[in-house]
């Protein structure tokens, strides 16, 4: 929602141990695991297999691959659970180096049996890294840097497959008669080069090391698969994550033939678009901190969904029918009416992807117990493997059984991502509620946040007290706060047509005055108490009401009422700029501006701030002392 805090970038993580090392070594399994894959279709070429049986290898390793997904997925969250994580790590790395040495064998002899049986070890290594890979990411990360760091590895994950596709499918086109040879030094000196990067890793805490690890699998992937449901956000986070997979199972496993048949290419135009959408969600994927202002902004996941269908929808329609045209490279086919719509098509696809799966990612392990956030991810692999398997056998048998083209393939796909977003965003009303709020404020204000991320606690209880000047100011707050915040208002401004909807998703708090509903006063102040004793983050207007003038009313002592029950730390925050906005109260009265009478944006873009001092000891806050540190906060700047 917000402009980025200056002075900080998602960038700045690649030269900090406690995240290079880790990015690096998960770049590189990426990186490794399809420079393999690619090298045993390349070594399918160089044995001059026959067409049928190597359409058969080149089916069955996917399915080799992903089978240890379902298998050992629930063992390998536990494991991830129970053991600090840089160890496990290095165990996993250790493990590639093993699995490599046995491929590179495969390769010399050039032996299906044995590279299938060291791709199937592929998958349980991986498979046992997956839920390291993001549970490790919240534990030396800050909140306000979940997103940037979950956008760093999407990127890195995206890129690393196409380039290691690059480099496997290349070996033995360059190399020659050395490709067995190339092909498996490649492969091992990769492993070798992760397991050396990867005792970089400072150590890690393990979640739960008292954990009891359970060996049945059947019963064990239930329980973690029903690990993800505990919390509906997070049920429907894992579900938009799934979707995603569906989604590029879908495009990636039908691009080949699209490109061939449809765009009349080469296979040189395959790996050009397969790049462009590859690009496309990395571009994305980093965005996301620029358009998220470093806070975890689900409010981008509306904006992903419906753009991913929007392009898809716009692919079937850039090319319904076959191509006439055959054997175009990029450039021919770059020559072609039409040829940049689908190229802008699979670009956009693939940039909205990444707006749609990094808040995922962020969303996911900022809401769940660090306790349970590997197995919460390992059930979420199940799932994602479950989509998988869907999407190409769903994929083969439309075109199969029904006859369907690829293109309507594509248009199927569409619609079910509509009605699939629709369907998450009317079950968890908040990740709507979320664009909504990003979209009038990144509308309405640039917005500059300063103190936020050394003052406000990343985790456990906190009192915010802010000045109150506009209608706006809650929406302004919660794109400031990396962590999700109720808010205590005033129950007039709760109720108001469209934002309520907004504040109750949002779980915000209605309060009146004891003169106006004593019982509304007294359950708000419970509500505050329960909200604080679940370790949240609560933010109440202390003045009571809207300013009039622009200047600061004294602090009511509804706020020592809360910290005498619960004397938790207070973080002073003040909002500056706002009093000259549409939404506040200055010209409310003035009848003789026409402006003031239509509410209409008096500055447009307009610059404003939201600072926050060091906390104070809830012990030892009172009204007066709160209000004068927010005037200091604030000074003149209304």
């Given at each position: 929602?917000t ?12 030269g ?21 894959r ?26 080799i ?27 996993t ?49 800050r ?64 979640g ?47 691009l080949?033939v699209?490109?061939e ?25 980093l ?19 419906f ?73 979420m ?9 869907l ?16 293109p ?10 509509v ?10 009303p ?158 409310a009265f ?6 003031g ?30 209000e ?7 000074g003149?700047?209304?």
């Amino acid at each position: 929602m917000t402009q980025a805090t200056h002075g900080h970038s998602q960038f700045e993580l690649l030269g900090q141990r406690r995240f290079a090392p880790y990015f690096v070594v998960q770049l590189l399994g990426a990186f490794n695991d399809n420079v393999f894959r690619q090298a045993i279709i390349g070594l399918l070429g160089y044995m001059a297999i026959d067409q049928a049986q190597r359409g058969l290898y080149t089916q069955l390793a996917p399915a080799i691959f992903i089978l240890p997904y379902f298998l050992f997925s629930a063992h390998a969250g536990q494991i991830a659970e129970k053991l600090e994580k840089s160890r496990l790590i290095r165990i996993t790395t250790a493990m590639e180096i093993a699995i490599m040495s046995l491929a590179a064998v495969g390769f010399l002899l050039q032996n299906m049996t044995v590279l299938l049986v060291a791709l199937f070890a592929t998958g349980v290594q991986s498979t046992l890294f997956g839920p390291v890979k993001y549970s490790i990411l919240p534990a030396v990360l800050r909140p306000e840097e979940l997103t940037g760091g979950n956008g760093l590895v999407e990127m890195g994950t995206s890129i690393s497959i196409l380039v290691g596709m690059l480099f496997g499918g290349l070996i033995f086109a360059v190399a020659g008669t050395h490709g067995p040879v190339v092909a498996g030094v490649s492969v091992v000196a990769l492993a070798v080069t992760g397991n050396l990067v990867s005792r970089m890793i400072p150590a890690v805490a393990a979640g739960a090391p008292e954990l009891r690890i359970r060996w049945n699998p059947v019963p064990e992937s239930l329980a973690v698969w029903r690990l993800t449901r505990r919390q509906l956000a997070v049920r429907n986070a894992v579900l938009g994550v799934s979707w995603f997979w569906f989604t590029g199972t879908v495009l990636t496993g039908n691009l080949p033939v699209y490109a061939e048949q449809y765009l009349g290419g080469t296979p040189t135009l395959y790996v050009f678009a397969l790049a462009v959408f590859s690009v496309g969600v990395g571009v994305g994927s980093l965005l996301c901190e620029k358009l998220s202002g470093r806070v975890v902004e689900i409010g981008l996941v509306p904006l992903g969904a419906f753009g991913m269908s929007a392009f898809i929808l716009d692919l079937y329609f850039a090319q319904p029918v076959a191509s006439t045209m055959r054997g175009l490279d990029v450039s021919g086919f770059l020559g072609q009416p039409g040829s940049w719509r689908i190229v802008m098509d699979l670009a956009g696809i693939g940039l909205f992807s990444g707006f749609f799966v990094v808040p995922l990612f962020a969303l996911i392990q900022s809401r769940t117990p660090g306790s349970e956030l590997s197995r919460v991810i390992a059930g979420m692999n199940i799932q994602n493997a479950v989509f998988i398997v869907l999407a190409a056998v769903g994929g083969i048998a439309l075109q199969r059984v029904l006859g369907w083209s690829i293109p309507q393939l594509f248009l199927a796909l569409a619609v079910a991502s509509v009605l699939v977003a629709v369907w998450i965003f009317t079950i968890v009303p908040e990740f709507l509620m979320r664009f909504l709020s990003w979209l009038l404020v990144r509308t309405l204000y640039r917005l500059r946040v300063r103190g936020v991320e050394a003052n406000v606690p990343d985790e456990g209880p906190a009192l915010i007290v802010c000045n109150h000047v506009s209608y706006m100011d809650a929406l302004i707050l919660a794109a400031s706060i990396p962590r999700p915040v109720r808010f205590v208002m005033y129950y007039r401004i709760f109720n108001i047509p469209v934002m309520s909807w907004i504040f109750r998703t949002a779980r915000a708090i209605p309060i009146a005055s004891p003169k106006e509903d004593p019982e509304l006063m007294q359950r708000a102040f419970d509500e505050v108490d329960a909200a604080l004793a679940e370790g949240e983050i609560v933010c109440i207007f202390p003045e009571g009401r809207l300013t009039r003038d622009g200047d600061i009313a004294p602090f009511k002592s509804g706020v020592e009422r809360i910290l005498q029950r619960r004397p938790v730390p207070v973080v002073p925050m003040a909002l500056r700029g706002m009093w000259a906005s549409m939404w506040s109260r200055r010209h409310a009265f003035d009848e003789t501006s026409r402006l003031g009478r239509m509410r209409v944006p008096r500055r447009f873009r307009a610059h404003i701030d939201a600072v926050a001092a060091p906390a104070v000891d809830g012990s030892l806050a009172t009204a007066g002392l709160l209000e004068a540190k927010v005037r200091v906060l604030r000074g003149d700047a209304a």
